[in-house]
């Protein structure tokens, strides 16, 4: 038997994904959240799921460490990686913003500091508006740095757009549509085509 290795995103999507992959009938008995464990195996054995972190699981795949992966369009975007995305599972939806404390919109030839974890991105979205940018990188509690003056904008996730709101920020452009997405080593889409395409069907059926 050919086994599979996915990579997983821990985190906030991790729940729902599981339970798609519960859906479709991809089992993991032995899985527990609360468990410090970082490797699974499906009811079949035929899916072995490494648990890591949602920005590295783009690493895992290209580096064909795992075959597949599930994580968001957010790191993906910002790894650039080597890669087939095959599948959307339409969960973990949310969007890339560009948000300040003002309302004034930015323009052509601006020149300005913008916080993000995601300095990829954001320095691909300036560049395509002809914005110069420093970027300064972050790993968290991006909101904060317009706050303490550290920053003129961010980019960052918006889900409920909780946290934006109670920081006081306005979202000044809406960059791109976030969600969970498939991955898929393109070596390993060469040599073991069988098991990845029957893996994606299985969740194609439960998703459309
Ligand atoms: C993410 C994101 C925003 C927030 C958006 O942060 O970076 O800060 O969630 O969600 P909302 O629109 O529903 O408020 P996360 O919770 O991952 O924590 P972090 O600040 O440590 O990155």
Known sequence: MT????AM???RTAKDSLSLLNQAGITFPDFDSKSRKLVFYSADKKVKMINVKAIDVTTYVEQGAADIGIVGK??????DADLYELLDLKLGICKFVVA?????????????????KYTRVTEDFFKEKEVNVETIKLNGSVELA??????????????????????GLTILDEITDISTRLVVNKASFATKTKEIQDFITKLKNVVE
């Open 3 to 6: 086994q599979i290795t996915l």
């Open 100 to 116: 300040s404390l003002n309302d004034q919109p930015i323009e052509k030839g601006d020149s300005l500091k913008v916080a993000s």
């Open 9 to 11: 995103a821990k985190g």
């Open 74 to 79: 957010d790191n993906i975007l910002e790894a």
């Open 146 to 167: 317009p706050l303490i003056d550290m920053a003129d904008a961010i980019v960052d996730i918006v889900e409920t757009g909780t946290t934006i709101k109670e920081n």
